[in-house]
């Protein structure tokens, strides 16, 4: 399947691997890319950029396809070595990065002079016309139904899509509620060039996670995600548990008097012990509406063809059927 998204970053599917906390590891941005889309590797989960060197290795060794590095700009009173990680995506020869967070502007410079393609993540139609603006190569549309942090406008799929269609000029992806064929056939009909998975990668054999985040993610279904952080403009979609409805109970107690310190218990520093561990009570972890729409664990290579195939089917053999000869 050709379209601007295969063109702009030279893959042969228009499936992109999500940047995710802990998950977006050499193996598994290796494996999407060897099955024909781009995987993405995590740039925030290495701690220093000396570590995400050292992984971008890792994958170059894995897999000589595409892939690139997500990197997430975050506000931070102590902000993590930036110009170090985006000297080492250049130094690394990543040609492809996924910026997220806060305005990428003041590295697009360094980027673009690289020589690397820059796909910004938004919530927003707004937000994506800045990001064409400023130089973006291409955006990654997250609606409301994402895992993650879906911003604050609460706006689905079915109508972001078409409004970014209507607004952009550079292509985008879908991304949130992504998960088959079915999916990639109406990303494009809405208007999209591919889309990106997160939710979905994390029940494949590759991802580099506990077997018990996979199965949660199987056992799932479409009403199991909770919104946290909502009073503190940071929404955040999470898988339920013990510690999300305790975190819950917080926001309803204390309002609009709450502080993020109020809610460290339950989000400060789980991830590792989720995603290596399998302690999955252990807090708030980012997962998709999606999961009601997955059932299994199969290798990427499987995943991704299965998609593939249910979209060609669909387009010629189903849609085209309701066609009425002129």
């Known amino acids: ?7 702009l970053f030279g893959i ?17 941005a290796a494996a999407v890319s060897n099955a024909g889309g781009l995987g993405l590797i995590t740039g925030l989960t290495q701690r220093t950029p000396e570590l995400l060197a050292r992984e971008i290795a890792r994958c170059r060794a894995m897999t000589d396809k595409p892939f690139g590095v997500n990197l997430t700009f975050l506000p931070s009173v102590n902000p993590p070595d930036y110009p170090g990680y985006v000297q080492a995506i250049i130094d690394g020869g990543v040609k492809i990065v996924e910026t997220a967070g806060n305005n990428p502007q003041k590295w697009m410079p360094a980027l673009k002079n690289a020589g690397i393609k820059v796909i910004h993540k938004c919530t927003s139609v707004r937000h994506a016309l800045k990001a064409e603006a400023i130089g973006c190569d291409a955006i990654s549309v997250d609606g409301f139904e994402c895992g993650g942090h879906p911003g604050e406008d609460d706006v ?3 109508i972001l899509l078409p409004r970014a269609a209507q607004a952009l000029k550079i292509p ?17 009909a809405l208007g999209a060039e591919g889309i990106n998975m997160g939710t979905r990668f994390i029940a494949t054999q590759e991802a580099p996670v506990h077997d018990n985040v996979k199965q949660a993610i199987v056992a799932a279904s479409e009403l199991d995600t909770r919104l946290v952080m909502r009073p503190l403009r940071n929404t955040e979609r ?4 013990v510690a999300v409805e305790r975190l819950l109970a917080k926001e309803r107690e204390l309002g609009a008097a709450i502080t993020f310190e109020d809610i460290l218990p339950e989000v400060a520093g789980v991830y590792p012990r989720i995603m290596q561990q399998g302690d999955m009570q252990a807090g708030a972890w980012s997962c998709g509406m999606v999961a009601g729409l997955i059932d299994d664990v199969p290798t990427v290579e499987q995943l991704i063809t299965r998609i593939m195939d249910q979209a060609q089917a669909l387009i010629s053999a189903r849609l085209a059927s309701m066609l009425h000869p002129a």
Do not use: C, W, Y
């Open 1 to 7: 399947m050709k379209t601007r998204i295969t063109e």
């Open 12 to 28: 042969q599917h228009p499936i992109i691997q999500g940047g995710m906390h802990h998950v977006g590891l050499a193996e598994l």
């Open 156 to 158: 689905p799929n079915f």
């Open 172 to 188: 985008f992806v879908a991304s949130g509620g992504m998960a088959d064929g079915r999916s990639l056939v109406a990303a494009l």
């Open 238 to 241: 999470v898988l339920t548990n």
